[in-house]
């Protein structure tokens, strides 16, 4: 091919559009909805990056020049993904980490849409002010009610079940990351040209690694079984690069990242504090449990795949284990040997 029409650099919507062949059935609904929330998604970076700016945008409460009310950001963020699978019309109905309740959009344009979406829209936000990594987490479920009121059925799917999952990182740069079944590929933000380019493509997680993330302040609530595998991680064995390294920056996209990238793994166990674990199932775990399987890796409850539990309320939670296979493994052998279930 002639060099001046290699093409190098593929955008998001570049690449769902040719990726639009995978889905048979699709007609262009999917890819649709993975626009919306790139869009979205470029919306929030932009004010995720003027989080510092607060002295001079005004405080949480206060109105800017423009009179318009300074919100927190993750509030902001709900609102903005909301607002675009709203007007996107290929959503019908949202369940999101920061409304109690299922958000039906019962629009004209999206009350027949056949998708609905769980969401995150800033995890880790308490992170914003002191400038940490933090990121949005969603997935993706065809309607299963027919029409009508939309069901709390339609969301209590099994992980399984996900036609589409992702993640945004605002990082030192930004990006989307997601999986629709065919791979992972990343995407990092050009804000030069406004658009999510491929930079990561079909991204897998390697088999082990030498990170381990968890809060170990909480040491003292945690299973023995979980006890017992910090301590394998710390013990000095050249053979298997031990000592690992701990690293734990508090904010679940962020350790995530770069275990996916590096290898590694990351535990939210149960604790004292958070009996069934801290991490939602809906729009937390399940979401990044596919996208590590799909990288190669496994997440885990501790006991069996995060992907295979049927989900009973919208926000539940579950401990969480996830990252690379052989470690996901270990750390599930350890909590049969010492904490069973
Ligand atoms: P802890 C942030 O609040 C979050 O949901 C995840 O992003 C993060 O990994 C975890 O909680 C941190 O929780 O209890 O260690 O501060």
Excluded at 153 to 159: A, N, R, V
Aim: aromatic share 10%.
């Amino acid at each position: 091919m002639n060099s001046i029409y290699k093409r190098s650099v593929v955008t998001l919507g570049q690449f769902i559009i040719e990726r639009q062949a995978d889905f048979p059935y699709a007609k262009g609904e999917l890819s649709r909805l993975l626009r919306d929330i790139g869009i979205a998604a470029k919306i929030v970076n932009r004010e995720v990056n003027k989080a510092g700016l607060a002295d001079i945008l005004g405080d949480i409460g206060s109105s800017n020049v423009q009179g318009e009310e300074q919100k927190k950001l993750d509030v902001f963020a709900n609102e903005q993904f909301i607002s675009a699978l709203s007007s996107g019309g290929e959503c019908c109905a949202i369940a999101s980490e920061e409304n109690e309740e299922m958000i039906q959009i019962s629009s004209d344009v999206s009350k027949n849409a056949r998708y609905v979406v769980c969401i995150d829209p800033l995890d880790g936000s308490s992170n914003i002010d002191v400038n940490v990594s933090i990121g949005t987490i969603f997935s993706i479920y065809r309607r299963v009610s027919l029409s009508g009121t939309i069901q709390l059925s339609d969301f209590l799917q099994k992980g399984t079940e996900q036609v589409a999952a992702g993640y945004v990182i605002f990082g030192s740069s930004t990006m989307l990351v997601y999986t629709t079944g065919r791979g992972v590929n990343g995407f990092t933000l050009d804000p030069s040209i406004g658009e999510f380019c491929l930079s990561h493509p079909d991204m897998k997680v390697p088999k082990t690694g030498t990170i381990y993330s968890i809060n170990e302040g909480n040491y003292v609530h945690f299973p023995e079984g979980v006890k017992q595998y910090i301590k394998y991680c710390q013990v000095e064995e050249a053979a298997t690069k031990r000592p690992y390294s701990s690293r734990y920056i508090g904010s679940l996209v962020a350790d995530f990242h770069r275990n996916l990238l590096k290898g590694g793994i990351y535990i939210y166990p149960a604790t004292a504090k958070s009996p069934k674990g801290k991490l939602r199932l809906l729009y937390e775990c399940n979401p990044l449990a596919w996208i590590v399987e799909q990288a190669g890796g496994k997440a885990s409850d501790g006991y069996g795949r995060i992907l295979d539990i049927q989900p009973n309320s919208l926000h539940q939670r579950t401990p969480f284990y996830i990252g690379s296979s052989e470690m996901v493994k270990l750390a599930e052998e350890y909590m049969a040997r010492f904490s069973q279930k």
